[in-house]
Structures are given as structure tokens and as C-alpha cells.
């Protein structure tokens, strides 16, 4: 692999800028379990990502952590980040804060309105007040911990506006922003009354990153429509945009999973032995895999809806296909996600009424997450992944599924509005979140593949993921950064 060029990625000295990354939560969270602190890690789509990023350059990595705030928190932080080379600087949130920043604005109405929809929305003027005071509280923070010339790498759509909170009091230094979800069509995001308050602090960062090229087209649609005395220039991957305020580089690199890390984990004897024992539990049957968040956007309802469609036009796949479907609880205080996993547990139980037989249970569904090694070997025993969302920034199910097919079988269904599917088109079965009979077709097309052909399709997409892996795709931001600020450059 080529080695990056980066001050930042190159191994770090004293002398050099250091990483000061900021998400909405740090990769640790807290319960108190009969009066004693436990540490959980978190998982998830973002944190996969970045934690080996700082891991291996160090750092400091910012984040909330919860409503608590005590010594204790505060030491088991310290002790977690004993074990490698980064640091945390924990934000403490009031419950008013979590609840209208976190679950009210970011996650009523910036959620729904980028994954187009717009009719969950709650568009509560109090939840935006809330919104930018917690931006302005993490932007204090990083003003208090971060050095003049270090990197400050902001993540996600509930911190669209830290930018904008630490410009005023630093107006030289080098911010960006990478947002993880999709950035919705100008019609879409026009339904947001403060939306030229939320371009323009998009535009206080000095590099915008985005995961695919249709959400580059959006954001500057976007511009264009609602600041239109922005100057825009450039072309293909890369846009400059500049106001009287300054100039911001808006690009698109998809993110991307430590491909070699989870092929050498599938690999493992202990991941292989449990996968065959995942087999063998539902003999002569293909497993199908679905593992997604608990989330509407996840396209979980609809994707059952079309699996008892097909058991129902196809009798002949009755007792060859199983769904494993593993919802991981999110966002539980919020009453839409409650109503979507009554939604979700009403249609397993339905379909699994309607035709389990002795020895077939139609779909086995987990609600919890499950341990690293076991989400290996369900990847490894699954011959169908079913990966439907209505909407997704990337999706890195889908990657990770196929890096843990190392002996190049198993087929990726996977749905054309996942930002994924820019890369996979080369060997994945497209397929229409929505379209009941579309993904009927796609589950027979799947069992019926010829191996060599599930075999070529698996070879272009695990070429694909390997030679765009998540260290790729962090050489390339940073030299993005670079050539949009040569003088992060000069500071090694
Ligand atoms: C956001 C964007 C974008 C899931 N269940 C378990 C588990 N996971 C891990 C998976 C994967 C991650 O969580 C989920 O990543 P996704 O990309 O699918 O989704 P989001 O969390 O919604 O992430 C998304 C992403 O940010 C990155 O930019 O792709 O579009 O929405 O890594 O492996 N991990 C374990 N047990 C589980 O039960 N251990």
C-alpha cells in the first residue's frame, strides 16, 4: 500500500500536530450496574472507522459520554485510554440536552429529513436552540484542549455547527468535517427551516467530506440554492466553494472497513468451526443475513414484508431459506423506534406462524448486539446477505460481509440507495428497498446463482473493498486536507 504523505499519518513525534477528532459520542459509554460503573464499548458504523485511525497516530478523541459526570467516569476513562495512545475528553450533557439536542434535533429532524423522510420530522424551534448551544459546548471544549496547529476533525450531522462556534474564536486554524449519512436533494433539505444557518456553518470548516459523489451533487445544489452569492468552482470529486467568510473544499471519499483486519479475524479456526456449527443448525438450508441498528432507515419492515411475499409466491424455497436477522437496540427513549421494533417483532411472529414447519423456523431473530466473533462467523455461515436500507450514508454490513467470505462465495443482496452500492455495483444484486416483488426476484436469483458466477461477482467486490479500505480512504482525506491547506504539510 502506498504510504501516506500526511504530517498526520506519518508516525508521530512530539514535534508534530496531533489528531483531535470530535463525535457526538466517544467509543466508551457508561451504566451504572448495583451502584458500580461499568464500561461498555460501543459499536457502530463510525466508530469502527476512526477508532484504529487513532489508535495507531494518537490523539484525542472527543466526545460525550453520558449525564454523568464523577470522579469514577473520569477514572475509568483515564485507565481506558492507558491502553493504547489516545486520550478522551469526555462532554457531559444535561438530560435537557441529550434529550433536545441529541434525540430532538439530531435525531427527529436531521436524521429523518437526510434519509428523505421528511414526514417524521419534528420540527421543534426549541430542539435547534439546543442543537447549537451543545455545538457551542463541544467547540469549548476542543478551543480548551487543542493546540494551534493541530488537526480538528469533526464528525456527523449532530455537530454540523462546531465549526461555526470555534471559527469565532479561531480564525486561522484548519477545521473539517466528514458527515457519515447522506446529504439529501435540495428539495428535501429546503423543508428545514434553518437551512441556510446549517450551510453556512458547514461552511465555516475548511474541508467538507462526504460519502459518495450523489451527496457531493446535493450539498452543492444546496449552496447554490439557498447562498447564492457562493462562488463555486472545480469539478468531479472535488468542489471549492467560497464566500466573504472563506473557502471551503467539499469532496466525496467513501468510507470504507479495515478489510485485511476482518478477513484475517474470519479466518480465524475458532470463526470457522462456529460457522459450521451455524450451518449445521439449519441443514440443508440456505442462511440468509440481516444485521442492522435498530432504525427506520434500515429498510428492516419492508425487508420482511417481501421475505413472507416470497415464502408465500414461492413455495418451493420453504424450508431452503432461513433468515438470521440481528436488530441491535438504538435510540430506545425515542417512540418512533419503539413502535418499529413492536412493527418488526409483529412480522417475525406472523411469518414464523404462517409457516414454520418442524426443523424450519422461517426467520430467528435476535434483538441485542452481538459479540465481535459471533458476528464473524454469522457473516461466514451466511450464504444470502440481505442489506435493504430505505437510505444509507455507506453501509458497512455490506463490506464487511464480503470481506469475511474469504473463500470468495456467498451473494450480497444489496439496496440501491445505500452509498455502497457506488462500489459494489460490480457484483452485488441490486435490488429496490420498497419493491416487495423486486426482492422476491433477487432472493431466487440469489439461490439459484451457479457458484462460478456467485464466486466471480464476490472476487470483484472483495478487490474493490481491499484496494479501498478505510486506510486508503484515510490517506486519501488527509491528503485532500493537505491540498486544501498545504501548510498542515509544513508542520511535520
Ligand atoms: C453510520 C451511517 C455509515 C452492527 N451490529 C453489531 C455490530 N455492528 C457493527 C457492524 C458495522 C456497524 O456496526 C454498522 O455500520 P453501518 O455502516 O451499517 O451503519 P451505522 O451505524 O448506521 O453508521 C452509515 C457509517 O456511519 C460509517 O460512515 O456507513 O451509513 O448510518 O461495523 O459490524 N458489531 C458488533 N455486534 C453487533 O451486533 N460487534
Known amino acids: 500500500m502506498k504510504r ?162 470555534l471559527r469565532e474564536r479561531r480564525p486561522d486554524a484548519f477545521l473539517s468535517f466528514f458527515l457519515h449519512i447522506p446529504f439529501p436533494s435540495p428539495d428535501m433539505f429546503g423543508k428545514l427551516p434553518w437551512r441556510r444557518e446549517v450551510l453556512e456553518g458547514l461552511l465555516d470548516y475548511d474541508f467538507v467530506g462526504l460519502q459518495t459523489a450523489r451527496d457531493q451533487r446535493n450539498l452543492v445544489a444546496c449552496i447554490r440554492a439557498w447562498i447564492p452569492e457562493a462562488r463555486i468552482s472545480g469539478r468531479g470529486d472535488q468542489r471549492i466553494v467560497s464566500t466573504s467568510h472563506g473557502v471551503t473544499c467539499i469532496r466525496d471519499v467513501p468510507i470504507s472497513i479495515d478489510f485485511r483486519d476482518f478477513a484475517g479475524a474470519a479466518a480465524q479456526p475458532a470463526i470457522a468451526e462456529r460457522a459450521r456449527q451455524i450451518r449445521t443448525q439449519s441443514p440443508d438450508m440456505v442462511i440468509a443475513l440481516g444485521i442492522d441498528r435498530l432504525d427506520y432507515t434500515k429498510g428492516i419492515p419492508e425487508r420482511l414484508r417481501a421475505l413472507r411475499a416470497f415464502f408465500r409466491g414461492y413455495p418451493q424455497f420453504r424450508r431452503k431459506l432461513t433468515l438470521i436477522q440481528v436488530v441491535v437496540p438504538s435510540r430506545e427513549n425515542i417512540q418512533g423506534y419503539k413502535e418499529l421494533r413492536s412493527e418488526i417483532e409483529s412480522l417475525v411472529s406472523s411469518t414464523n406462524g404462517e409457516f414454520s414447519e418442524p426443523g424450519w423456523t422461517p426467520i430467528q431473530y435476535m434483538n441485542r448486539s452481538v459479540p465481535r466473533c459471533e458476528l464473524l462467523a454469522l457473516y461466514r455461515a451466511a450464504g444470502i446477505a440481505l442489506v435493504t436500507p430505505l437510505k444509507d450514508g455507506m453501509n458497512l454490513v455490506a463490506k ?69 479500505d478505510v486506510l486508503r480512504w484515510r490517506d486519501r482525506i488527509f491528503e485532500q486536507m493537505e491540498q486544501a491547506q498545504p501548510r498542515i504539510k509544513l508542520a511535520a
Open 400 to 468: 464487511e460481509y464480503c470481506a469475511a467470505h474469504i473463500e470468495n462465495d456467498g451473494v450480497l443482496i444489496l439496496s440501491e440507495f445505500a452509498g455502497a452500492m457506488a462500489e459494489l455495483h460490480n457484483g452485488a444484486i441490486s435490488v429496490h428497498p420498497y419493491d416487495e416483488i423486486g426482492i422476491c426476484l433477487a432472493l431466487q436469483r440469489a439461490l439459484e446463482m451457479p457458484a462460478a458466477e456467485s464466486r466471480r461477482r464476490m472476487l470483484r467486490m472483495r478487490r474493490t473493498i481491499r484496494e479501498n
Open 4 to 165: 501516506p504523505s500526511s504530517a498526520y499519518v506519518r508516525t508521530r513525534s512530539e514535534s508534530q500536530p496531533r489528531l483531535i477528532l470530535v463525535s457526538n459520542r466517544l467509543p466508551l459509554s457508561f451504566k451504572r450496574e448495583n451502584g458500580k460503573l461499568q464500561t461498555v464499548p460501543s459499536s457502530g458504523g463510525l466508530i469502527g472507522a476512526l477508532e484504529p485511525i487513532l489508535k495507531e497516530h494518537g490523539g484525542v478523541w472527543v466526545g460525550s459520554a453520558g449525564t454523568e459526570d464523577s470522579a469514577e467516569l473520569h477514572q475509568a476513562l483515564h485507565t481506558a485510554a492507558g491502553s493504547h495512545s489516545f486520550r478522551y475528553a469526555p462532554i457531559i450533557l444535561s438530560a435537557q440536552e441529550e434529550a433536545n439536542y441529541y434525540e430532538g434535533f439530531s435525531n427527529e429532524v436531521l436524521w429523518p429529513l437526510f434519509h428523505d423522510l421528511q414526514s417524521r420530522g419534528v420540527f421543534d424551534p426549541v430542539y435547534w436552540d439546543f442543537y447549537q448551544r451543545v455545538n457551542r459546548k463541544f467547540a469549548d471544549a476542543v478551543d480548551d484542549i487543542a493546540g494551534e496547529r493541530d488537526l480538528i476533525w469533526v464528525h456527523d450531522y449532530q455537530l454540523m455547527q462546531v465549526g461555526r462556534a
